[in-house]
């Protein structure tokens, strides 16, 4: 397996390549930013470079991207030219050299104005749930989702909307893997796992979630009773390890179509940290 990975000098892309070459596949990281991981230097948006870099190649993922904390402090312009004219540039590129699978790095975030439920609500997150989104990161990832789901691969392509999976305090990472966190190697896990299969469509990725969409409004107006009623186990965890219950959610990310389509299953949750 010869594969191509955009952004590999980040965390994410890192994890992908490291991952991949773990398995025996031909991984080549490209990046602007020089890294352990890449070996091609070059901006995604260079179209000779793209031209080169995807020759041979046979499935790419595509994880380069301006991003969240970026808003305010890059110009509109330059994420438009970054997330999604180089996504165009790089699908033709793909499709031009025969490249068989592409999977597309996308974000939680661009759900946007639909993860800020009414007061008391909470808001189930899953592919159905319509994005919304709320600044220009967000318009640029769902621009260039839509330009990978009207492209077309022999083995088919995957968008993979990745849950927040950065570095914080145990406490915060143990309570947001219980309903909207995802572990580093989970989040890269995903990634190579959807190269291995032809499935195509869209994904949430996410830790798996204890709670039951039928318990959304008792999590919206009391997360801890419910967690102490229903999952003793889970509690008591917490309790032993001095972390916080969450009061009240106001969200939950749902990655059962993963499980069931893809075939992934994350193994880190909140209490494999």
Known sequence: MRLLVTGSSGPLGAAIVRQARGRGWAAVGLDIRPGATTDILADVADDDALARAVAGCDAIIHVAALHAPQV??????DFHRVNVDATALLLRRARAAGVGRFIYTSTTSLYGHSLVPAPGRLAWV???????PRDIYDETKLAAEALCADATFPRGWAILRIARCFREPAAARAAHRLHRGLNMADAAAAHVHAVTVDV????????????RRAEA??????????????LPRVAALFDRRGWPLPARLDRVYDATRAAALLGFRPRF???RL
């Open 200 to 211: 195509p469509g869209t994904f949430v990725i996410s830790a798996r979630t204890p709670f």
């Open 217 to 230: 409004d008792s999590l919206a107006q009391d997360a801890a009773g419910l967690i102490r009623a229903r």
């Open 72 to 77: 305010g402090r890059v110009p509109d312009a």
């Open 269 to 271: 949750d909140f209490s």
């Open 126 to 132: 899953d592919e159905d749930l319509a994005p919304r």
